[in-house]
């Protein structure tokens, strides 16, 4: 009921509205119902000199509830013009606030005539992020607060700032030491008291000086070159109009502006991706309160490009680390790496150097694995070989003290194997970070067949803690995202040897929006790495039996093109800059017919995207039908964060159901007729097929 989520007092001749909406106290239709209520009982509550507005719980109103905007209907309407009778209250409004003060929250906010919050407060207009502008005022409240320059900041990037850079910006009139009802209370008897007009944020005028002109000018030119993200120009037409009309026609152009992108594909691709990446943290069959195990310190051998990078990810939340190392030599090597990139987040301002020095006192390196013996967790990060990977985790096995969690980094290698190397399967996970893993956020965590529940929980909510998003992956080849990769990767090496030309397949695919084309990135992951990976696999008979599968690949790694470390592979390269190289096509018209493999002159764009992509999504869902993924959106959440795939489109399962399953199938079915499908590249996933037929969605799609 919503009187229980939204209560109205009265105590001492204030009235208090206190919203309590666990967990964030989201605006759900409740909330707002609520809160309607409440504010009619105190416009007729006569004794209430002035009112308070408290949230309970962890937070305040972290903003509008994201589920709601999928009704069909949704309109911000009502909740502004709730806003409206706040601001425009004779008697005092107070709000105190605690926590993350988000989107709709702050525009809640922003409509009391006096904002109070505790030290530790956080604040910001992350609207943009879900596709979305601020749909309740926000746009015509914050310019008359802090100014156009800021305000445009603060919704355009969707950052969080701080109480105190709230109060500095004048967002925020006080900030309180403790206790802030009580001080909220105090300040609403003390306003009232005074009896002076109350500060109405509506009424303020914005500022239409030379910065506020060059900012605008500015967003607009960066807004022009984003079209796949409609809601920046939405933003700057909206502070456009908070400086040039009324208040009220502001307002009505912003809801204008929030009901079209509401339904804009853009932003329910990234409303589905905010619940994706929040849904993967939780784990069929295990309650997310269940027992983890603590970690408080971590040990990592191999300090290599991954290694180095992981122990980072402690380092950063105040995790001391044990780095292992086989010689000293590349032990100094990945702790200087470790130091160059800190110096140079520290010579962009990011980082102080105080905290440079602090985190790498929380690096140990070490030659000895007897220094491994009292960590909580160990990573282990070697080379990709199975054998001496096996010898490490044998030792671990011996070395790591009972309880501890015994990670592996690989990204190929058959994690239930490994475990059982170790000796004790049930401490073993995988924790496949990417590359570099100080940046990228995904965190593939692979479920081995013996991983003890507790193990499963401790590396989810690490992952987390260091600021990743993990995702759990069953134990198969490239477990989920380089699993999918594969017919990707088989597809542009088909189409080279076709004819087509790197430049022609990149083009194509980064015009989808993934960050880089295929060709590209494996000069920049390293061609060696790719054809050894497939050289591997050919030894232990796991390729299909057709002798043309990744023929370029291993070609090119024998000619010595590893990509861009060599300054050449698909490319050649001009320091990074990639240029066409003619030799490439040499090469693929020899191995072409070393294949018989026809060429061809008429590849168009259309085909590339099919031929890459559609055998991508078919694995994704075979992936889901084999219980490798849990759900549709955790294959959505490794797209968009190991893989570059464009957050606008929601991920490869949430872009096939808009381009349509049937659609999807039928076109697999067309390829397999042209190109023959003899070694079942085209064949599609059993799922996809039944899905197809019955007209279903994949993104509503759940295993039984
Ligand atoms: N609506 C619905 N649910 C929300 C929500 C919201 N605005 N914000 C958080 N939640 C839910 C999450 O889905 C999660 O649910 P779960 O536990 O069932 O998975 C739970 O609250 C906790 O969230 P997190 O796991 O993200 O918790 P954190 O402590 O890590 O982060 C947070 C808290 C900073 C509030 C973060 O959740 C966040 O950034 N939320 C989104 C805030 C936002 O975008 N607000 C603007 C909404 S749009 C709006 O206000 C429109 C208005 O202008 C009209
Ligand atoms: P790397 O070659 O850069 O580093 C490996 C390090 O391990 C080297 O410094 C080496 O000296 C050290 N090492 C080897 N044997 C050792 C031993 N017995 N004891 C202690 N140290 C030892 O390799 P990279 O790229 O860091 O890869 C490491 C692991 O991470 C591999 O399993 C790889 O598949 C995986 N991975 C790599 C990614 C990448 O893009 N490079 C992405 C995701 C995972």
Redesign the pocket.
């Known amino acids: 009921m919503s009187l229980n989520i939204v209560r109205y007092e009265n105590g001492n001749g204030i009235g208090l509205v206190l919203i309590s909406n666990p967990p964030v106290n989201a605006l759900s239709a409740e909330v707002v119902a609520g809160l309607r209520k409440a504010v009619d009982i105190f416009e007729a509550d006569t004794s209430a000199k002035a009112l308070v507005l408290h949230c309970e719980g962890r937070t305040f109103v972290a903003g509008g509830d994201i589920a709601n905007f999928e009704t069909p209907n949704f309109d911000t309407r009502p909740f502004s013009s709730l806003l409206s009778r706040l601001d425009e209250s004779p008697r005092p409004v107070v709000a105190t606030l605690h926590g993350t003060v988000l989107g709709g929250g702050l525009e809640l906010a922003m409509s009391c005539h006096h904002r109070l919050a505790l030290p530790d407060t956080r604040l910001g207009m992350p609207e943009v992020k879900l596709g979305l502008l601020p749909g309740s005022q926000g746009t015509q409240r914050l310019p008359r607060l802090v100014g156009v320059p800021l305000a445009l900041d603060l919704m355009l990037t969707g950052r969080f700032i701080s109480a105190q850079d709230a109060l500095a910006a004048g967002i925020l009139d006080e900030i309180a030491s403790d206790d802030s009802l009580a001080l909220g209370i105090a300040a609403a008897e003390r306003l009232a008291e005074a009896n002076l007009p109350v500060r109405r944020s509506s009424t303020l005028n914005v500022s239409a000086d030379a910065a506020t002109r060059q900012a605008l000018a500015e967003a607009t030119a960066r807004a022009a070159k984003k079209p796949n993200y409609p809601a920046l120009g939405a933003i700057v037409r909206a502070v456009e109009a908070a400086v040039n009309l009324p208040f009220s026609d502001g307002e009505e152009m912003e809801a204008r502006e929030f009901d079209q992108l509401r339904l804009s594909s853009t932003s329910r691709a990234l409303r589905h991706l905010f619940f994706a990446e929040r849904t993967a943290a939780r784990i069929p069959g295990l309650s997310r309160e269940g027992a983890a195990r603590e970690v408080h310190s971590v040990g990592i051998?191999?300090?290599?490009?991954?290694?180095?990078g992981i122990a980072m990810n402690f380092a950063n939340v105040g995790i001391p680390v044990v780095l292992?190392?086989?010689?000293d030599e590349?032990l100094k090597?990945?702790l200087s790496v470790v130091r160059n990139n800190y110096e140079a987040s520290a010579a962009k301002g990011k980082l102080s150097k105080e905290e440079v020095e602090k985190r790498m006192s929380l690096l140990n390196g070490s030659l000895d694995?007897g220094s491994l013996a009292s960590c909580d967790l160990v990573v282990?990060?070697?080379?990709?070989d199975f054998y001496?990977?096996k010898?490490?985790c044998a030792r671990l096995g011996q070395i790591c003290k009972k309880g501890a969690i015994i990670a592996?980094?690989?990204?190929?290698?058959d994690v239930d194997l490994l475990a059982e190397a170790t000796g004790r399967p049930a401490d073993v996970v995988g924790m496949?970070?990417?590359?570099p893993?100080n940046v990228m956020r995904l965190v593939e965590v692979v479920r081995g067949a013996r991983t003890a529940p507790d193990v499963l929980t401790t590396a989810m909510r690490l992952a987390r803690r260091i600021g990743k998003v993990p995702v759990v992956s069953g134990v198969c080849y490239g477990f989920i995202g380089n699993r999918m990769l594969d017919p990707y990767i088989r597809e542009m090496e088909f189409l080279l040897l076709e004819g087509a030309e790197p430049q022609q397949i990149d083009n194509a695919i980064e015009s989808l929006g993934m960050a880089m084309g295929p060709c590209r990135m494996s000069d920049l992951?390293?061609v060696d790495?790719g054809a050894k990976v497939v050289n591997g696999r050919l030894e232990a008979g796991e390729l299909p039996p057709d002798p043309s599968y990744r023929v370029v690949v291993r070609k090119l790694f024998a000619l010595g093109r590893c990509g861009q470390k060599t300054k050449a592979g698909y490319y050649r390269y001009d320091g990074r800059t990639p240029l066409p190289d003619p030799k490439i096509v040499d090469i693929c018209a020899d191995l072409a017919r070393e294949h018989g493999i026809a060429r061809r002159r008429d590849i168009k764009d259309q085909e590339i995207i099919e031929r890459l992509m559609y055998p991508l999504i078919n694995e994704g869902i075979q992936i889901l039908d084999e219980g490798i993924a849990y759900r549709p959106g955790d294959i959505d959440v490794v797209w968009t964060a190991g893989y570059g795939f464009p957050d606008y489109r929601g991920g490869p399962m949430f872009m096939a159901d808009q381009i349509g399953l049937s659609e999807i199938k039928n076109t697999l079915d067309h390829y397999a007729r042209m190109r023959g499908n003899q070694f079942g590249y085209w064949t599609a996933s059993r799922l996809l097929e039944s899905l197809a037929a019955t007209g279903q969605r994949i993104s509503a799609w759940t295993k039984q």
Not at 380 to 384: C, G, I, N
Request: glycine share 16%; proline share 0%; net charge negative.
């Open positions: 051998v191999g300090a290599g490009t991954m290694g180095g292992v190392e086989a010689t590349a090597r990945g694995y282990e990060a070697v080379f990709e001496i990977k010898d490490v592996t980094n690989t990204s190929t290698l496949h970070f990417f590359s893993a992951s390293g790495i």
